[in-house]
């Protein structure tokens, strides 16, 4: 679990740090580029969120595929 947070992190900073290098030392463009960089990584930081969360709670409450997909459907509605 920690292992994944870890990694979504590396990626998410290296994907900042790409979309932000080729400014140089223009700050003014250089936040632009942070900005793009932010909207781009940080649905995939919630969607890894998200998954961490489904993780623990299928191996705590020891749920099937069969049973977590059965769940899922009846609060979906």
Do not use: C, H, Q
């Amino acid at each position: 679990m920690f292992g994944t947070i870890i990694v979504a992190w590396l990626l998410t900073g290296l994907v900042n740090s790409l979309l932000t290098a080729p400014f140089g030392e223009n700050w003014a463009a250089r936040s632009i580029g942070a900005s793009i960089a932010s909207v781009i990584t940080m649905p995939y930081m919630a969607l890894v969120g998200v998954f961490i969360y489904l993780d623990m709670r299928v191996r705590k409450e020891r749920y099937s595929a069969a049973e977590l997909e059965r769940d899922l459907a009846t609060t979906a509605t």
